[in-house]
């Protein structure tokens, strides 16, 4: 899946460093550019709606888990962060060095060998 014209957009205007916050609104957690502190009462989301937000912001691990992220803005701050698309979920092209097909996360250390 290539990048859109508003996603191109954000890699022109935000670097990696870029501040993230997310908020809950509208039924899902959106991701934000600023402070996570700021608390904004509406602020446009990474997937470019406006949210009016039903609770106070918090840390994405500190969210209950029954809330869903917004896939746009999930996947905008990846982008964002990693400079580069996530993969696609639908793509079942095995990647080089994967095993049977399944994506190896790069990103990961190896787990130590288990002692017996």
Excluded: N
């Excluded at 916050?21 to 959106?30: A, D, E, L, N, Y």
């Excluded at 600023?34 to 500190?62: F, I, K």
């Excluded at 996360?105 to 060998?113: F, N, S, V």
């Amino acid at each position: 899946m290539g990048l859109t014209p508003f996603e191109h957009g954000l890699l022109q205007r935000y670097g990696p460093e870029t501040e993230l916050g997310w908020m809950v609104g509208q039924g899902s957690r959106h991701a934000y550019v600023g402070h996570p502190l700021a608390r904004p009462a509406t602020m446009t989301a990474l997937c470019a709606v406006t949210v009016h937000a039903d609770q106070p912001p918090t840390g994405p691990e500190a969210l209950p888990a029954p809330v869903p992220t917004c896939a746009s803005c999930w996947r905008r701050a990846v982008l964002i962060r990693t400079r580069r698309a996530p993969p696609d979920e639908t793509d079942q092209t095995p990647e080089p060095g994967s095993e049977d097909g399944h994506r190896t996360d790069k990103h990961l250390r190896p787990r130590p060998p288990e002692t017996p």
